[in-house]
C-alpha cells in the first residue's frame, strides 16, 4: 500500500524557513519522479516544484524559484522542500505527490504571517 506522510508545516514570520519531509513507503521510491503540490485558501492546488529519481533537473514553479529547493534521499525514501525567504502568500497546504499517479500525502500545512 503506498504512503507518503508530510511533514515540518507550521507557522512562520515572513522572511522564514522551513523544511518540509514526506516519507514514501509501498512503492520503489527510487524509480519515481516526485513532486510537491500546494492549495492556497480558497484557491486550486498547483505544482510547486518536481525532482527526478537521481535529484537531477529539478524544476519549480517561477513563483518559488531561487528560494525553494527540493531534493530526495533514496536511502531513506524521503523527499524534501527547504522553503526560504517565505512570504504571505506561500500560505497553503503542501502536498506530495508520487509523479503520474494519484498516490498524494494527506498534506501539511503552512502558514507565514507576523
Known amino acids: 500500500q503506498v504512503q507518503l506522510v508530510e511533514s515540518g508545516g507550521g507557522l512562520v514570520q515572513p522572511g522564514g524557513s522551513l523544511r518540509l519531509s514526506c516519507a514514501a513507503s509501498g512503492f520503489a521510491f527510487r524509480t519515481y519522479t516526485m513532486s510537491w503540490y500546494r492549495q492556497p485558501p480558497r484557491k486550486e492546488r498547483e505544482l510547486v516544484a518536481t525532482?527526478?529519481?537521481?535529484?537531477?533537473?529539478?524544476w519549480y514553479a517561477s513563483a518559488v524559484k531561487d528560494r525553494f529547493t527540493i531534493s530526495r534521499d533514496n536511502t531513506k525514501n524521503t523527499v524534501y522542500l527547504q522553503m526560504n525567504s517565505l512570504k504571505p502568500e506561500d500560505t497553503a497546504v503542501y502536498y506530495c505527490?508520487?509523479?503520474?499517479?494519484?498516490?498524494w500525502g494527506q498534506g501539511t500545512q503552512v502558514t507565514v504571517s507576523s
Open positions: 525532482i527526478s529519481t537521481t535529484g537531477g533537473t529539478p
Open positions: 505527490r508520487r509523479w503520474g499517479t494519484n498516490d
